[in-house]
């Protein structure tokens, strides 16, 4: 059974850090290629950072500079380093897998606020 876990989320003040985190279990983490993305209720899923198995990443243009996506295949684990946040980066994060087909996260809430 796939699984994928999130971790990591909560309150931080504008232009702090939190690093996320996803665990995944059940599938072969190693040759995934992983996405984070995030929703807010008024806006639909948006993405926000991939890398594939080989370790290419490409970020959206709004967290460029200030969002690393990076995996430890030993852990089975794929993180998201937030730096800088700013208020509009609040949203529920999820981590996607893909291998055949898309598994998800049940998400992480992100509220960045003073």
């Known amino acids: 059974q796939v699984q994928l876990v999130e971790s990591g989320g909560g309150l931080v003040q504008p232009g702090g850090s939190l690093r996320l985190s996803c665990a995944v279990s059940?599938?072969?983490?190693?040759?995934?290629?992983m996405a984070w993305y995030r929703q807010t209720p008024e806006k639909q899923r948006e993405l926000v950072a991939t890398?594939?198995?080989?370790?290419?990443?490409k970020y959206a243009d709004s967290v460029k500079g200030r969002f690393t996506i990076s995996r430890d295949n030993g852990k089975n684990t794929l993180y998201l380093q937030m730096n800088s946040l700013k208020p509009e980066d609040t949203a529920v994060y999820y981590c996607?897998?893909?291998?055949?087909?898309?598994?998800w996260g049940q998400g992480t809430q992100v509220t960045v606020s003073s």
């Open positions: 996607k897998a893909t291998v055949i087909r898309d598994y």
């Open positions: 059940g599938m072969p983490f190693s040759i995934a290629p």
């Open positions: 890398m594939t198995a080989g370790g290419t990443t």
